[in-house]
């Protein structure tokens, strides 16, 4: 009996196990990007060109488990060669000391995403929005899965605090940074 019992065990955990899977990340299919207040009255844009990550995706109950990412600061790209020299500085993001921004899912809730955020030396929790845009087979064979992460933290909270005052009041460069993440997993193999 004992051993139908293990036999048992073992075959449920192979079969939760059969629908699980780890996807790479398709950094060619992806984008990690911003928005924050510029003199008040706009948005600048930007983006990271260069990140990694992985999660895993249970095809059986089309649910995210986890997520681990990291992005080169260094790759921060707003489209101004001036601007994203003084974003890699010293006064901002101090690529030199923390050259690394870090992600880790703890828990998805519905449609949020609660994780550990890491930028500057500083680990906070986040909220985000998270949109589950599902699975497909490419035409090469491979399974695709695509998330969506949104969300919104203060730059002051991880310690970048740099800013200038305007003369007719407001600030240079807001405090709150818009997240649009679109993420593009690949089933490894």
């Given at each position: 009996?004992?051993?139908?019992?293990?036999l048992?065990?073992?075959s449920?955990?192979?079969s939760?196990?059969?629908?699980?899977?780890?996807?790479n990340?398709?950094?060619?299919?992806?984008?990690?990007?911003?928005?924050?207040?510029?003199?008040?009255?706009?948005?600048?844009?930007?983006?990271?060109?260069?990140?990694t990550?992985?999660?895993?995706?249970?095809?059986?109950?089309?649910?995210?488990?986890?997520?681990?990412?990291?992005?080169?600061v260094?790759?921060?790209?707003?489209?101004?060669?001036?601007?994203?020299?003084?974003?890699?500085?010293?006064?901002?993001?101090?690529?030199?000391?923390?050259?690394?921004?870090?992600?880790?899912?703890?828990?998805?809730?519905g449609?949020?995403?609660?994780?550990?955020?890491?930028m500057?030396?500083?680990?906070?929790?986040?909220?985000?929005?998270?949109e589950?845009?599902?699975?497909?087979?490419?035409?090469?064979?491979?399974?695709?899965?695509?998330?969506?992460?949104?969300?919104?933290?203060?730059?002051?909270?991880?310690?970048?605090?740099?800013?200038?005052v305007?003369?007719?009041?407001?600030?240079a460069?807001?405090?709150?940074?818009?997240?649009?993440?679109?993420?593009?997993?690949?089933?490894?193999?």
């Amino acid at each position: 009996m004992t051993k139908f019992l293990k036999l048992g065990l073992a075959s449920i955990l192979a079969s939760g196990a059969l629908f699980a899977g780890t996807y790479n990340i398709d950094t060619s299919h992806s984008h990690v990007g911003f928005k924050v207040k510029h003199m008040m009255i706009s948005n600048v844009k930007g983006q990271f060109d260069k990140f990694t990550g992985v999660f895993e995706y249970d095809e059986k109950t089309n649910t995210l488990k986890s997520l681990n990412g990291d992005i080169e600061v260094s790759s921060i790209n707003t489209a101004n060669e001036k601007r994203d020299g003084h974003l890699k500085s010293a006064e901002l993001f101090n690529v030199e000391k923390f050259p690394k921004i870090t992600f880790k899912l703890e828990k998805i809730d519905g449609d949020k995403a609660f994780g550990k955020l890491t930028m500057h030396g500083v680990t906070k929790d986040v909220e985000l929005d998270f949109e589950d845009n599902g699975m497909v087979k490419d035409p090469w064979g491979n399974t695709r899965v695509g998330i969506a992460l949104n969300g919104k933290i203060n730059r002051k909270d991880y310690g970048i605090t740099w800013n200038k005052v305007l003369e007719a009041g407001g600030v240079a460069v807001g405090e709150t940074v818009k997240l649009e993440i679109e993420l593009e997993g690949i089933l490894a193999k």
